[in-house]
């Protein structure tokens, strides 16, 4: 609520602006409410829906699902609801920024997101999330901290005439490299002869799944919905290469000014 709040209050002072520039990814910045609205909705229904008890209590492949939402749909969304947002007056928090820049520039944050995403799913760690609730938050908080550092070089949001931009090709290549451990660890979880975590082989069933049913199923979501979603993300920006820059510039040009008027 807090967040939905601030970009309300963002919105009404003119800090996230019609003049914007987000020919990046869309036509019109009328379309980033709606991203930011999407976003949100998804991080609810992770964390507050059937999604989460059934996860927590009972089936390892509704754990995934959240995990997904919470790292790969929820970020960009929320991401895109602020494209082409200018950034803070830079003689502010430049320690911050610094650590800021260095984390988010895509191979590092590439590095960090799959890192995070992997130990998380050692058995005993994972294990732990589910029996010991301050470190199944602190999973839940830096999997969405991870999503928002790796989707950000991908949807590159704040920007003004001194930001280095990330170029198309260097997006596309940090996406399909990051989706090789994915494909890899759901490829286990589905190929696997035996279930790895025992919270899951020990709780109850649903739907009929057994432990080693449901990992595999838990498998599949990984390895096809990740792949799917990096996909997607990789068709945009390749059709945005695809259309004409001068007259996406132009466009943007005519919106700042109409603005600035």
Same mark, same amino acid.
């Given at each position: 609520?807090?967040?939905?709040?601030?970009?309300?209050?963002?919105?009404?002072?003119?800090?996230?602006?019609?003049?914007?520039?987000?020919?990046?990814?869309?036509?019109?910045?009328?379309?980033?409410?709606?991203?930011?609205?999407?976003?949100?909705?998804?991080?609810?229904?992770?964390?507050?829906?059937?999604?989460?008890?059934?996860?927590?209590?009972?089936?390892?492949?509704?754990?995934?699902?959240?995990?997904?939402?919470?790292?790969?749909? /929820? #970020?960009? !969304?929320?991401? &895109?609801?602020?494209? $082409?947002?200018?950034?803070?007056?830079? %003689?502010?928090?430049?320690? @911050?920024?610094?650590?800021?820049?260095?984390?988010?520039?895509?191979?590092?944050?590439?590095?960090?997101?799959?890192?995070?995403?992997?130990?998380?799913?050692?058995?005993?760690?994972?294990?732990?999330?589910?029996?010991?609730?301050?470190?199944?938050?602190?999973?839940?908080?830096?999997?969405?901290?991870?999503?928002?550092?790796?989707?950000?070089?991908?949807?590159?949001?704040?920007?003004?005439?001194?930001?280095?931009?990330?170029?198309?090709?260097?997006?596309?290549?940090?996406?399909?490299?990051?989706?090789?451990?994915?494909?890899?660890?759901?490829?286990?979880?589905?190929?696997?002869?035996?279930?790895?975590?025992?919270?899951?082989?020990? /709780? #109850?069933? !649903?739907?009929? &799944?057994?432990?080693? $049913?449901?990992?595999?199923?838990?498998? %599949?979501?990984?390895?096809? @919905?990740?792949?799917?979603?990096?996909?997607?993300?990789?068709?945009?920006?390749?059709?945005?290469?695809?259309?004409?820059?001068?007259?996406?510039?132009?466009?943007?040009?005519?919106?700042?000014?109409?603005?600035?008027?």
């Amino acid at each position: 609520m807090a967040l939905a709040g601030a970009y309300v209050i963002a919105l009404r002072r003119g800090v996230l602006a019609a003049g914007d520039d987000v020919t990046p990814w869309f036509r019109s910045a009328r379309l980033r409410p709606l991203c930011f609205g999407a976003g949100m909705i998804v991080a609810f229904l992770a964390l507050q829906s059937p999604i989460d008890r059934g996860g927590d209590e009972f089936l390892f492949s509704l754990h995934m699902t959240q995990h997904l939402l919470l790292m790969m749909v /929820a #970020p960009p !969304l929320v991401l &895109l609801g602020i494209c $082409g947002a200018r950034p803070l007056a830079r %003689v502010r928090y430049r320690a @911050a920024r610094r650590a800021w820049w260095a984390a988010t520039r895509p191979w590092p944050a590439l590095v960090i997101f799959n890192a995070v995403m992997l130990v998380w799913h050692v058995p005993s760690l994972y294990d732990s999330t589910l029996t010991v609730e301050p470190v199944h938050i602190l999973e839940h908080i830096s999997f969405i901290a991870v999503g928002v550092i790796f989707w950000w070089p991908v949807v590159d949001p704040i920007r003004d005439s001194r930001t280095v931009t990330v170029t198309p090709l260097t997006k596309i290549a940090i996406l399909v490299v990051s989706g090789i451990p994915t494909t890899v660890l759901g490829l286990i979880f589905a190929l696997a002869p035996n279930p790895f975590y025992d919270f899951y082989v020990r /709780a #109850p069933r !649903l739907w009929g &799944l057994s432990p080693l $049913g449901d990992q595999q199923v838990g498998g %599949v979501i990984m390895l096809g @919905a990740s792949n799917i979603i990096f996909f997607v993300a990789i068709a945009i920006i390749f059709m945005r290469m695809l259309s004409d820059p001068a007259r996406d510039e132009e466009e943007a040009a005519q919106r700042l000014a109409g603005a600035v008027r």
